[in-house]
């Protein structure tokens, strides 16, 4: 079977649910399954993971069924062409970048992919960048691995702007 078309922007389960219905001629929905929590297959390349999938009550199946897929390394979802350079801008935690980066990489990582961190201010340094670690959680569905990211601050270095740092002396005029 050639790899099948697959929207990563749709939400973690729609993404299996479609999977599951390409390779099975089905047609699952969101209110037909649930998923337990994926297991790393270890020392496994393809499939890399298994997930048990759980009927829901009342959907006209019963029962589970074990499914073994392949979890995408996250730094594998950027190309060459596409920039890993995201603006800081108001945020504060890596979690405030997440509605860009999905944009910019053309998925949808949930909070309960990647694990949340502060993002680092460096207030009078000489550069307005720096690195950050967007760490995929085991229990992500979709994703494994780390992205290294370049966060741009919205910093400006005091150089940059007070270019003549010798001033004239003051003088002061008295009130007649």
């Known amino acids: 079977m050639d790899q099948p078309v697959i929207d990563y922007t749709e939400e973690p389960e729609e993404v299996l649910i479609d999977l599951i219905n390409i390779y099975n001629g089905t047609r699952f929905t969101a209110g037909h399954l649930f998923f337990g929590m994926p297991q790393i297959l ?30 995408l390394e996250i730094s594998t979802q950027v190309s060459p062409e596409e920039s890993t350079i995201f603006d800081i801008g108001s945020a504060v935690m890596l979690s405030d970048l997440i509605p860009a980066i999905n944009t910019q990489l053309g998925v949808n990582l949930n909070p309960t992919d990647f694990l949340d961190a502060p993002l680092q201010f460096r207030p009078g340094g000489e550069t307005n960048t720096y690195q950050q670690s967007l760490v995929m ?10 992205l290294i990211m370049t966060i741009r601050t919205n910093e400006i ?12 002396a003051f003088s002061y005029t008295p009130p007649t």
């Open 42 to 71: 270890l020392g496994a390349e393809n499939p890399n993971t298994s997930l048990v999938v759980y009927a829901k009550k009342f959907s006209g199946y019963k029962g589970q069924v074990t499914i073994r897929y392949q979890r």
């Open 137 to 146: 959680l085991d229990y992500s569905l979709l994703y494994k691995g780390t």
């Open 157 to 168: 270095a005091l150089t940059d702007v007070v270019i003549k740092p010798v001033l004239s």
